[in-house]
């Protein structure tokens, strides 16, 4: 529509929503700390599960998936909570 694309203003305004608690925000922040946004945004899987979380702990369920995610792989793997958030995110339609 006109506006110049940029992903790292789009980050800013999703964290500023995520600290007051916008579930989809903090999915979005997740998301794009999980895959990098641009070249202005490195990769942080670190930040990427702490958003994930906070958007789980509402019922946001692909936010429960990709919390469940975290959970299965990586150095802090915890396949009950991988389970739970699993279940979760069925229990609220994701699947």
Not at 9 to 29: N, V
Not at 83 to 93: I, K, S, V
């Amino acid at each position: 529509i006109g506006v110049a694309r940029d992903e790292v203003r789009a980050l800013d305004f999703f964290e500023d929503a995520a600290k007051y608690g916008h579930a989809s925000s903090q999915l979005a922040a997740g998301i794009c700390y999980a895959e990098g946004v641009g070249q202005a945004v490195e990769i942080d899987r670190h930040r990427a599960f702490t958003f994930y979380l906070k958007a789980a702990e509402q019922g946001d369920p692909l936010a429960q998936f990709f919390t469940a995610r975290v959970y299965l792989g990586g150095v802090d793997q915890n396949i009950p909570e991988a389970m739970r958030w699993l279940e979760a995110a069925a229990e609220a339609g994701l699947g």
